[in-house]
């Protein structure tokens, strides 16, 4: 089946092209909107600005295939084999591209937002300036993937192997979230139980300490024995909180985010 054929056919209402080859085929600026191109061969194929909205391309090979600019919302590109692929610009909100192949493709200012790449391969990819809100990248391949000024607000991240800078600062963003929890914790705790004790025992050790001293300094050195007492509790308990948060985040850290293993 060739181009003209291919597209005679979707005119005419049929959506079923599982296994078509179309390798090199100029499909640009052309509607297969809810096409069924499941296992199709479209190695080096032009699609650019092509419209394929909510299309199957479950197993397709798109290996160098030009996708600059495609519509592919919705669409079904899982296990797709889309190696060196250009897809600059590309519609991919919603796709669902787990398990696919994404190694050195172009994704540069692609719009993946909400899109499932759940175990994909994007090592080496391009993604700057891509927009990856709200994407599932769980165990996702990105290292040495290109990440320059990409939106990654709100995607999951879990298990994924990560480019070494942004594996850092995802890590220590976790044990300082964590950390400042368990400060903020450890000081609500001893506040509640332990202020009214020690400060009882701080303006005890400043009146002890002031009977040493000189008699107009008595109340200066109970006030403070009072002040020193009530703190103490609150920053040891914060020190003890910042300490064990911060080991708990480490161990969180650890689990989720997956030593990165290239540079």
């Known amino acids: ?6 597209l005679r056919r979707y005119q005419a209402g049929k959506r079923d092209f599982r296994g078509v080859v179309l ?3 100029d499909l640009r600026q052309q509607c297969l909107s809810g096409a069924d191109l499941r296992d199709a061969d479209l190695r080096g194929a032009c699609l650019q600005g092509a419209d394929l909205h909510e299309a199957r ?5 798109l290996f160098q295939a030009d996708l600059t ?14 190696r060196e692929a250009s897809l600059r610009g590309a519609e991919l909100h919603a796709a669902a591209l787990s398990g696919a192949t994404l190694a050195k493709a172009v994704l540069s200012r692609a719009v993946l937002c909400r899109a499932n790449l759940t175990d994909a391969n994007l090592r080496g990819a391009d993604l700057r300036q891509a927009d990856l809100s709200g994407a599932i990248l769980c165990g996702a391949d990105l290292s040495r993937t290109r990440l320059r000024r990409a939106n990654l607000k709100g995607a999951d991240l879990t298990g994924a192997v990560l480019p070494w800078r942004l594996w850092l600062k995802r890590v220590c963003m976790t044990v300082a979230r964590d950390s400042l929890k368990g400060a903020a914790l450890g000081a609500r705790v001893t506040a509640k139980h332990f202020v009214l004790p020690a400060a009882c025992v701080g303006s005890v050790a400043g009146a002890i300490t002031a009977s040493n001293a000189d008699a107009s300094l008595f109340m200066r050195y109970v006030v403070g024995g009072l002040f020193l ?3 103490a509790p609150g920053l040891v308990g914060a020190l003890a909180g910042l300490i064990g948060g911060g080991f708990l985040g480490a161990r969180s850290a650890r689990q989720r985010w997956r030593w990165a293993r290239t540079l």
């Open 1 to 6: 089946m060739d181009t003209v054929e291919l």
């Open 23 to 25: 390798c090199n085929a």
């Open 57 to 61: 391309l479950f197993r397709a090979n």
């Open 69 to 82: 600019g495609v519509y592919l919302g919705n669409g079904d590109l899982r296990w797709a084999d889309l």
């Open 229 to 231: 007492g009530a703190l």
